[in-house]
């Protein structure tokens, strides 16, 4: 399997990367681009991403870290009629020995947050409702789903701390960002970890 062959499918969008590695996984080292569908994490988890790769219509490959792994995603995902143009089940150190590039996202802790809120923008994708209870001071509320349509009036120049409620949410918005060329982070334990520690929210 020619790694960069798959990349220039990828940059093209000839070829979708299904990543199915945890999110904690994907977060910290992934390929840009890659779509994150943890294998197993839900009932039905085959059943759903093949409906969703049908109405994508588009030639996919998975990216697991072995090939265990791949292999079950594969099974599972060819028990509903459809199979990847390709499986990449050596992990994102054989990728990137390859030539392939690799994006990742960094832990931040609320202590080393609340110390240099100075070198970050603060961006939290929790929930307009959510944000009721209190934000960071300084932060810039976007809903996690519309990052994809807001994050161009981002500064590329500046890091970013990410932040949600407990920081799952965090962690994909982080990588969306790091995918679109930013310096992304997402706060560990999100807003409740902050509030526990005792540090400072700000309330419209």
Same mark, same amino acid.
């Given at each position: 399997?020619?790694?960069? !062959?798959?990349?220039?499918?990828?940059?093209?969008?000839?070829?979708?990367?299904?990543?199915?590695?945890?999110?904690?996984?994907?977060?910290?080292?992934?390929?840009?681009?890659?779509?994150?569908?943890?294998?197993?994490?839900?009932?039905?988890?085959?059943?759903?991403?093949?409906?969703?790769?049908? !109405?994508?219509?588009?030639?996919?490959?998975?990216?697991?870290?072995?090939?265990?792994?791949?292999?079950?995603?594969?099974?599972?995902?060819?028990?509903?009629?459809?199979?990847?143009?390709?499986?990449?089940?050596?992990?994102?150190?054989?990728?990137?020995?390859?030539?392939?590039?690799?994006?990742?996202?960094?832990?931040?802790?609320?202590?080393?947050?609340?110390?240099?809120?100075?070198?970050?923008?603060?961006?939290?994708?929790?929930?307009?409702?959510?944000?009721?209870?209190?934000?960071?001071?300084?932060?810039?509320?976007?809903? =996690?789903?519309?990052?994809?349509?807001?994050?161009?009036?981002?500064?590329?120049?500046?890091?970013?701390?990410?932040?949600?409620?407990?920081?799952?949410?965090?962690?994909?918005?982080?990588?969306? =960002?790091?995918?679109?060329?930013?310096?992304?982070?997402?706060?560990?334990?999100?807003?409740?970890?902050?509030?526990?520690?005792?540090?400072?929210?700000?309330?419209?």
């Amino acid at each position: 399997m020619d790694v960069s !062959q798959l990349w220039e499918d990828i940059k093209s969008r000839q070829l979708l990367m299904v990543d199915v590695r945890s999110l904690k996984v994907y977060s910290a080292a992934h390929v840009p681009g890659a779509v994150n569908v943890p294998y197993g994490g839900l009932q039905g988890w085959a059943q759903e991403l093949a409906q969703w790769l049908g !109405q994508v219509d588009m030639p996919f490959c998975l990216f697991a870290d072995d090939a265990e792994l791949g292999s079950a995603a594969l099974l599972a995902l060819e028990t509903h009629g459809k199979s990847p143009a390709a499986v990449w089940d050596q992990g994102t150190g054989a990728w990137e020995a390859e030539g392939g590039p690799i994006v990742s996202v960094v832990d931040i802790g609320v202590d080393d947050l609340k110390e240099n809120l100075d070198r970050y923008v603060v961006v939290d994708v929790r929930e307009p409702i959510e944000w009721r209870t209190g934000t960071i001071p300084g932060a810039i509320k976007i809903p =996690l789903g519309q990052l994809p349509e807001k994050w161009e009036s981002l500064d590329a120049g500046r890091e970013y701390a990410v932040v949600c409620a407990h920081g799952n949410r965090s962690l994909r918005g982080a990588s969306f =960002l790091a995918d679109q060329g930013f310096e992304a982070g997402s706060v560990v334990g999100g807003m409740a970890s902050w509030s526990d520690a005792g540090h400072p929210v700000e309330h419209d």
